[in-house]
């Protein structure tokens, strides 16, 4: 069965403090892990996505590595704009469907 | 270059009524998603639309059905409401049968039901 564990739940950050999130999978032939920011009341915006183990991609304080069986986003000198919860999904290679985790509640701190 | 949008942003229902949701996908997009996200969850795919069929359906009872238009915009539809269908409701874009490099959502379509 596809499946998707993030960790932490939840994290606290001071401003500056770098840190990292974590995604865990399965799936049945991956077809790309897709890492999304959402905020309160907001859909999810999309940030990455990345398709073979070794791939790193990377957008401001964001950089989004994959292995074959998970994936972390290093968040560098984290702002309070980057307070958000960050939600991760694979595609099912033979379905196409997107199967999300349950996301990281990140707060950062001034 | 207009986004994914979606409509009505906010809606409050009783129990055993009928909604209907609208999404317009993103310009050049022509594959649409649904996905319903409790509070606190992840979002759950409902189905996918792709020249105007239903290709992929999620666990979701038959209450839950939808719609795509020639110009690629769909509807999402939920009848007989029950209190648990109270989430909020995200439309997904993407090309060829949600094969694309990005999937974009939609602000997504609040639904209370009371």
């Known amino acids: 069965e596809d499946q998707v564990t993030q960790s932490p739940e939840a994290l606290r950050l001071q401003e500056g403090e770098s840190s990292s999130l974590n995604c865990s999978y399965t799936v049945s032939g991956l077809r790309g892990l897709f890492w999304y920011r959402q905020d309160p009341g907001k859909g999810p915006e999309f940030l990455f996505t990345?398709?073979?183990a070794g791939e790193e991609k990377e957008k401001e304080r964001l950089k989004a590595t994959l292995t074959k069986k998970e994936s972390f986003l290093h968040i560098t000198a984290p702002k309070p704009e980057d307070s958000a919860t960050y939600l991760c999904a694979v595609r099912n290679g033979a379905t196409n469907k997107l199967i999300f985790g349950t996301g990281t509640l990140l707060a950062v701190q001034p | 270059d207009a986004g994914v949008t979606q409509s009505p942003t906010h809606l409050i229902k009783t129990r055993g009524q009928q909604v209907t949701l609208r999404c317009s996908p993103k310009?050049?997009?022509?594959?649409v998603s649904w996905y319903q996200q409790a509070l606190g969850q992840g979002p759950q795919f409902i189905f996918q639309y792709y020249e105007e069929e239903e290709r992929q359906r999620g666990n979701f009872p038959d209450r839950f059905s939808g719609h795509q238009f020639p110009n690629y915009s769909s509807e999402l539809n939920v009848n007989a409401l029950l209190l648990g269908d109270s989430a909020l409701y995200l439309c997904?874009?993407?090309?060829?049968?949600?094969?694309?490099?990005?999937?974009?959502f939609g602000e997504g379509s609040w639904l209370t039901v009371v």
């Open positions: 310009s050049g997009h022509d594959t």
């Open positions: 990345l398709y073979s």
């Open positions: 997904a874009s993407s090309t060829t049968g949600n094969s694309g490099n990005t999937i974009y």
